[in-house]
């Protein structure tokens, strides 16, 4: 049941049977509920949970440094040390992918460093545009490498539209956070550059067209 269902007055009846010495689960048991309902009831009134601060563990040593620790989980075999977390996970995540070849590995600091570049680039371009690396390398082919403006396209940007979500083409970082900034706007955009022509010709600098 959705925690909003459950009534306020069975919120504080669990509580109250909690804090009278029952356990979650009898506590839930009370009023119908499971012992998910009662914990979530707890942690709302700020109640720490006896369950897990009478729960210990005692002393092993650490599969990697061989330091003795003592750890806070039943299955917990590396400390908690930067570098042997960095090395459990990168172990954990290469012997996945030998143990299922062609299947997703679990995501964490360990897996993506066994990827190369471009497939995060890949991983990128389908998470957040939907396109693969096949139809952006064809759009780089098309515009010859280089922004509407003329500039060379050393930075890559894939141009979008925010509300359908479809690409429109690759732009330099100025002219993809100008667009942003001029909300996607023809009529804001014919206007920005009818006043710079009006001042730049006013000054005698015109901009030379690197479109050209």
Request: hydrophobic share 35%; charged share 30%; aromatic share 8%.
């Amino acid at each position: 049941m959705a925690w909003k269902l459950v009534p306020e007055f069975d919120r504080q009846r669990m509580v109250e049977a909690y804090l009278s010495g029952l356990s979650a689960e009898k506590a839930a048991a009370l009023v119908g509920r499971d012992h998910k309902t009662c914990i979530r009831a707890l942690k709302r009134a700020g109640i720490p949970l006896r369950e897990f601060q009478e729960r210990s563990f005692d002393s092993r040593n650490c599969r990697f440094c061989n330091k003795e620790f003592v750890p806070t989980a039943g299955g917990q075999r590396i400390c908690q040390a930067p570098e042997c977390k960095r090395r459990g996970a990168t172990k954990r995540n290469a012997d996945y992918v030998a143990r299922h070849p062609g299947r997703k590995a679990e995501k964490g600091a360990g897996y993506y460093r066994l990827l190369s570049p471009r497939e995060k680039w890949r991983r990128w371009l389908l998470a957040g545009y939907g396109i693969g690396l096949g139809y952006f390398d064809a759009m780089v082919l098309a515009q010859g490498g280089r922004c509407v403006c003329g500039e060379e396209l050393r930075s890559l940007h894939v141009d979008h539209d925010h509300k359908t979500g479809r690409v429109r083409g690759l732009l330099c970082r100025a002219c993809n956070l100008a667009a942003g900034y001029l909300k996607d706007c023809p009529g804001r955009a014919r206007r920005l550059a009818a006043y710079l022509e009006e001042q730049s010709s006013m000054n005698g600098d015109l901009c030379a067209d690197t479109t050209n």
